[in-house]
């Protein structure tokens, strides 16, 4: 229900700006209006905490410093350099939309919101964060931060899992939005990490809490309202360890399901290598919705000839532990050999 206790949605906005003027967290990407480096920026810290992403994200600009530099690139190294960020489909995507640039927009990023969507990859959210930051636009950049403080400061209980929350959040957003969307949107990112965080937050500190309902009625932990959980799917996945003094056989996935493009161990092997598993295991792993089962077998291949022969007959490419180091895989594979 949408709370219209509050009079004066547009002062939220505004205490909001005021507070960021003092309080802004001193980012590098702070320091620009570069909307190539903000888009970057905006990917990188999409599923990663800023500590953890801020030395990835300025190996990447010194290496990728501008759209061009990019679109050169070959896929391989662009992916070298997320490693570590994990969600490999993100630098698929931004190796394409730097491309996309080069050739639709004549390497000028492009300056509209509905422009900045077209991109590959590039969601409303981020399109709204580049546009507003860098050109002006007026869109909020809705995300889980704007759900929480906005649930809580007019206690909406609109159920953020419900497939139209994105709609309904924009929409109140929109009502408290300020002339400057772009300090709005980064001040409701340093507000939701820092001060109306999702468990604990800082209530006594916070620059809202005048205005924030849940808070006056002492009924913070009841916002934000989510019912439906997204039940993990139970996947089970073979890898075969084929290997022969210090030498393993891997490839590239094909598959776009999950792990796309990176290196796994075959996943499947033919008779004649049957007879040299002298193990299995099984490791499980959790991703993002989904629980993994992984029976690794170890194969050691004690007979030249069949490994050549192998080889010889299949498309895998034979690497040693130092190879390996050097290629994408998937994060769970250090667990499996
Ligand atoms: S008063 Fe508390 S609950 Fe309300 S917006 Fe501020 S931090 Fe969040």
Redesign the pocket.
Known sequence: MKNTENPNFRQVGNKLLNWYKENARDLPFRQTKDPYKIWICEIVFQQTRINQGLGHYNNFIKRFPDVKTLAEAQEDEVLLYWKGLGYYSRAINIHKASQQIMNDYHGVFPHEYEEILKLKGVGKYTAAAVSSICFDGKMPAVDGNFYR?LS??FADDFDISNSRAFNYFSELAHLVLPENVGDFNQAMMDLGSE??KPKN???NE?P??ED?L??SMNK?SEFPVKTKKVKAQDLGLKYYFVHRNGDFLIQQRKDDFIWKKLFEFPPEISEELMPFIKSAKIVNHKLTHKNLSIEIFNVEVDSEIVWKDFIAKNDFIVINVEGFSRKIVPETFGKLY
């Open positions: 403080v809580r400061v001060i109306c937050p800082f209530c916070c809202l809490n924030c849940a808070f913070v």
